[in-house]
């Protein structure tokens, strides 16, 4: 019998099975080359990064060889329409296709599932709703007595942005486990058990990474037993990585665990005085140094720098030093009560993870106040993931990395040096297509009869962008999106373009980001105006996407939270911030936006840039190098020829 690498050589070849097996097969060398070097990987337990450019057919490229290898896999993705394609689709036909019989299994985070503990709560507790939002309760009540899996991104008998379903959300904090009522039709607990059966899990990078989830991973032998890893979408996981395995503790998850402990304690205790003062004493200074903090900071703010004003350190202190006692007396207050042992335990492991964000001195960790909407977050996250990674993974599992976007100038190294990956394969297979014939990248000229000279004003650069944007969208008949980069210029160019073009207008914000894209697939002729959630992740083919439109290059503000500290670092090391840091990271997000254009052999379409940076300045070929080759011109007149053919 063959080893796995000439199966699926022989799988893949011109003439192979599965030109007779996959309807609409077309034989791509650069496929054949994927699955065979994802074949050797999984054969010889080693990683492999591999960027595979659009239209490669890279899901069946590791799919089949993952399959025939017999082993425990786990894919993971950063985006849930991958995950439902995968499962929905491509995993499906690879079963079917290989006549293996194999479980396949898909795993979210523990909230994307409803829980019935707190579904019949809210039901019950009906004098504290309005009628419309009671309604929506008795909608997901209906749903839940039909769902297979209880996943609530199927339920759509009511709006995604329901204040209903945030309320009836599976919470890692305030689940009491085997003790639940309904722990035996437990939608989480089902789709663990699932993982844990699956020779296939389909998961993604969020769940892996998250320290918060562990505790919904742990003992599951979910990530242990695994002997393959996929990541998918994989340009995503550097920050991913960052932000998961630091703390994000809201204010409502601290309300929400305090306030379930307190009802449990006066239902089995209610006779310890220790335990009410202590409590009482723990919110009073907590509400103390928040009024403090909030009548002197908003938005994102690093926790030393709060501690170097005497009064706000003081109150401060004062309130960790109450958690610290608070946390004493609970532990002994334990074995009393099952479910509120339970609660004790839930209390503790958050109040611990409260006091080390604020007393946390790694170098290598930032921790943070966020203040927005009168609410604060305590967050802590990583400067650099380099070495996290090999925590996660035994040295023999293979782990294979893909994307279309992870090459910076040609190369993998940036990649593989930011996840501190060494002594791994890699290699860049081009996209079939034919960019040059298929696309223009058009950069307007500011003194021309269309534009005006660029100034650092958000509403000039949106008045120089609206001549271009409404004589580009009549042309193509709407089809059209334009990817800013801030939410300020994206509602700015909506009030600007909403009186001026006859066809659709479909803004980021008026709804969910899966809801405008099946209103802008419906409509046929919209207009979609968004920011940096629709550079990725976006699937649109055919003449139905036809012309985009790219504000300015996807540089990060040098204030933007992270850059600043990741550019200090970088300057520390005694290099070049902007080069290291911020350059990269920009070229490979306006990779992703132009990667939205072109999704099919026989797609074709123009890419306006307006900001002439990417042509005049010496970083500019950094960009140009790398995106796909293709015409590119500064002429209005063969830009608007080149898209009206």
């Avoid at 946390?360 to 305590?378: G, H, K, M, P, Q």
């Avoid at 697939?521 to 003449?543: C, H, P």
């Amino acid at each position: 019998m063959k080893n796995l690498i000439g199966q699926v050589v022989e799988i893949f070849t011109e003439n192979g099975s599965l030109s007779k097996g996959l309807k609409h097969f077309k034989f791509r060398s650069g496929q054949r080359d994927m699955a065979e070097l994802v074949a050797e990987s999984i054969s010889k337990k080693h990683k492999l990064v591999i960027e595979a450019g659009t239209g490669i057919g890279k899901s069946y490229a590791y799919l089949i060889p993952a399959v025939l290898s017999g082993k425990k896999v786990i894919i993971s993705t950063a985006t849930k329409n991958l995950q439902k394609q995968l499962f929905d689709k491509d995993l499906p036909f690879t079963k079917k296709f290989l006549n293996k019989d194999i479980k396949v299994a898909i795993l979210k985070g523990i909230s994307n599932y409803l829980c019935h503990f707190k579904l019949e709560q809210e039901i019950t507790e009906t004098t504290c709703h309005s009628e419309s939002v009671l309604d929506e309760f008795l909608r997901i009540k209906q749903w839940s007595l039909h769902t297979i899996d209880g996943d609530l991104d199927n339920l759509s008998t009511v709006s995604e942005q329901s204040i209903a379903i945030e309320k009836v959300r599976t919470n890692l904090y305030d689940c009491i486990g085997e003790h639940c009522h309904y722990y035996q039709n437990c939608f989480s607990r089902k789709a663990k058990t699932k993982a844990e059966e699956s020779n296939i899990l389909i998961t993604n990078h969020h769940l892996l990474f998250s320290k918060v989830q562990s505790n919904f991973l742990s003992g599951s032998g979910v990530i242990g037993e695994a002997e393959v890893v996929i990541f998918d979408e994989a340009h995503s996981l550097p920050e991913t990585i960052s932000v998961m395995c630091g703390e994000r503790i809201s204010e409502k998850q601290i309300d929400t665990v305090i306030t379930n402990l307190f009802d449990c304690y006066r239902e089995h205790i209610g006779d310890s005085q220790i335990f009410e003062q202590a409590l009482a004493k723990m919110n009073l200074s907590y509400m103390h140094w928040k009024k403090c903090f909030m009548s002197n900071y908003s938005g994102k703010v690093i926790v030393n720098s709060v501690l170097t004003h005497k009064e706000r350190a003081v109150l401060l202190w004062e309130w960790v030093d109450n958690c610290t006692k608070f946390i004493g007396i609970l532990r002994s207050l334990s074995g009393r009560s099952e479910e509120f042992d339970i609660r004790i335990s839930s209390a503790v492991i958050l109040l611990e993870s409260l006091v080390s964000v604020l007393k946390s001195s790694d170098a290598e960790i930032v921790n943070f106040f966020d203040n927005t909407n009168n609410f604060v977050t305590f967050n802590s996250a990583l400067l650099s993931v380099k070495g996290k990674f090999k925590q996660y993974f035994n040295e023999g599992v293979s782990c294979i990395f893909t994307s279309a976007t992870l090459s910076y100038n040609k190369s993998l190294d940036e990649f593989s040096s930011r996840l501190g990956l060494s002594s791994c394969k890699s290699t860049i297979i081009e996209s079939p297509f034919n960019f040059f014939a298929q696309t223009m990248l058009y950069v307007p000229r500011y003194n021309n009869e269309y534009t005006h000279k660029r100034e650092n004003s958000t509403q000039i650069t949106s008045n120089a962008l609206l001549g271009i944007c409404i004589e580009l969208i009549k042309i193509n008949q709407g089809r059209t999106f334009i990817l800013c980069t801030s939410h300020n210029t994206v509602k700015h160019l909506a009030s600007l373009l909403r009186n001026k073009i006859e066809f659709p207008l479909l803004v980021q914000g008026q709804a969910g980001k899966d809801t405008l894209l099946s209103k802008y697939k419906v409509l046929g002729n919209a207009v979609l105006i968004g920011t940096y959630s629709f550079w990725e992740g976006v699937d649109i083919k055919g003449r139905l996407l036809s012309n985009i439109i790219i504000e300015k290059l996807p540089f990060a503000s040098p204030e933007e939270f992270f850059t600043k500290f990741r550019s200090a670092r970088a300057a520390e090391n005694g290099e070049d911030p902007f080069i290291e840091t911020v350059l990269p990271q920009a070229t490979l997000k306006l990779k992703q936006g132009i990667g939205r254009l072109i999704r099919h052999e026989n797609d074709k379409g123009l890419i306006t840039i307006f900001d002439e940076r990417i042509v005049t300045h010496d970083y500019g070929k950094n960009f140009l190098l790398s995106i796909p080759e293709m015409n590119k011109t500064r002429s209005h007149s063969r830009a608007i020829e080149f898209l009206g053919k």
